[in-house]
């Protein structure tokens, strides 16, 4: 089986190193992740007259550049084929498969591990789905995998015992039609803690006070510097120009059930969500058809 890997978090995240040493197991690796972390592009690509840069890397320095303190994880010798593109997850894909897969497309493709849940509506966000959904458009399957805590050393140990046994349920029932993606969401909780797994849908909600005046120091109990992320603590400005970042607080909406991936997680279980790519409303559309939508201007 070949399978093409990528992330959001950049080649050089913990979550990656992990998710190559889970899929080693399973057939030809390829990796092409992000050069710097890329979360929240969702399936933006980098277009236009912009240079790309595109690196292989050796064993060597896969293993020496572990995000975030630079420490050896020592297991990454897992023969798999490393390179980072300096562009989006999307555009990592897309890289691969017009380069390295031009000939023949790669089996899956699984985009993780996140450092961070892709429940509810940051689905509509995440660069780790992204990836997924490239892969959806070119009738490829593919798997979006993630870990409910920011921490960047955060453990995986659910992931590695959980996730090669969904991946062999997913790949052993695919659908016969093309466009879906699925959204593996674990809790943060140990292995021995989870629960089990649940087959649900996307939760509904949205974030509030978005908004809120530069701190560098948010997230820094959690070892996330703005210097991790490729930028400045102490950034410069123009005149006149106020500086915010985006750390908003979540608002459940009260329609959600005990099968809304985030409530799943929350009560102890590993979400699975099935996405499409195609996000055609197939009842609106007759809805509004017999409404008279359709008519002829001649």
Same mark, same amino acid.
């Given at each position: 089986?070949?399978?093409?890997?990528?992330?959001?978090?950049?080649? $050089?995240?913990?979550?990656?190193?992990?998710?190559?040493?889970?899929?080693?197991? @399973?057939?030809?690796?390829?990796?092409?992740?992000?050069?710097?972390? $890329?979360?929240?592009?969702?399936?933006?690509?980098?277009?236009?007259?912009? $240079?790309?840069?595109?690196k292989e890397l050796s064993s060597e320095e896969v293993e020496e550049?572990?995000?975030?303190?630079g420490k050896s994880c020592g297991r990454c010798d897992t023969g798999?084929?490393?390179?980072?593109?300096?562009?989006?997850?999307?555009?990592?894909?897309?890289?691969?498969?017009?380069?390295? @897969?031009?000939?023949?497309?790669?089996?899956?493709?699984?985009?993780?591990?996140?450092?961070?849940?892709?429940?509810?509506?940051?689905?509509?966000?995440?660069?780790?789905?992204?990836?997924?959904?490239?892969?959806?458009?070119?009738?490829?399957?593919?798997?979006?995998?993630?870990?409910?805590?920011?921490?960047?050393?955060?453990?995986?140990?659910?992931?590695?015992?959980?996730?090669?046994?969904? @991946?062999?349920?997913?790949?052993?029932?695919?659908p016969g039609k093309r466009g879906i993606y699925y959204n593996v969401?674990?809790?943060?909780?140990?292995?021995?803690?989870?629960?089990?797994?649940?087959?649900?849908?996307?939760?509904?909600?949205?974030?509030?006070?978005?908004?809120?005046?530069?701190?560098?120091?948010?997230?820094?109990?959690?070892?996330?510097?703005?210097?991790?992320?490729?930028?400045?603590?102490?950034?410069?400005?123009?005149?006149?120009?106020?500086?915010?970042?985006?750390?908003?607080?979540?608002?459940?909406?009260?329609?959600?059930?005990?099968?809304?991936?985030?409530?799943?997680?929350?009560?102890?279980?590993?979400?699975?969500?099935?996405?499409?790519?195609?996000?055609?409303?197939?009842?609106?559309?007759?809805?509004?058809?017999?409404?008279?939508?359709?008519?002829?201007?001649?």
């Amino acid at each position: 089986m070949d399978i093409l890997i990528t992330n959001d978090d950049g080649y $050089q995240a913990k979550g990656i190193k992990i998710l190559t040493e889970i899929m080693c197991q @399973f057939g030809s690796l390829t990796v092409i992740a992000p050069k710097k972390h $890329q979360s929240g592009m969702s399936m933006a690509v980098s277009l236009g007259l912009k $240079q790309i840069a595109y690196k292989e890397l050796s064993s060597e320095e896969v293993e020496e550049k572990t995000w975030p303190t630079g420490k050896s994880c020592g297991r990454c010798d897992t023969g798999a084929k490393w390179s980072y593109l300096d562009a989006t997850p999307a555009s990592c894909v897309k890289f691969g498969l017009n380069t390295i @897969f031009e000939k023949k497309f790669p089996d899956v493709v699984v985009s993780g591990i996140n450092h961070g849940s892709n429940a509810t509506a940051a689905s509509c966000y995440s660069g780790t789905l992204g990836a997924a959904q490239e892969a959806a458009v070119n009738g490829i399957p593919a798997i979006g995998v993630s870990l409910a805590t920011l921490n960047p050393d955060a453990d995986f140990s659910a992931v590695e015992k959980y996730f090669p046994d969904i @991946f062999r349920m997913i790949m052993s029932n695919l659908p016969g039609k093309r466009g879906i993606y699925y959204n593996v969401n674990f809790p943060d909780i140990p292995a021995d803690r989870i629960k089990g797994i649940r087959t649900g849908f996307q939760g509904k909600g949205r974030w509030v006070r978005e908004f809120k005046h530069w701190d560098p120091d948010v997230y820094r109990h959690l070892g996330i510097t703005p210097e991790l992320l490729g930028q400045s603590s102490c950034p410069e400005t123009e005149p006149g120009e106020e500086l915010f970042m985006m750390v908003g607080d979540y608002l459940d909406d009260p329609d959600n059930t005990r099968r809304s991936d985030h409530w799943i997680m929350n009560e102890g279980y590993i979400s699975i969500v099935a996405h499409n790519i195609d996000t055609t409303d197939y009842g609106e559309v007759e809805r509004i058809g017999r409404l008279g939508f359709d008519m002829d201007f001649r």
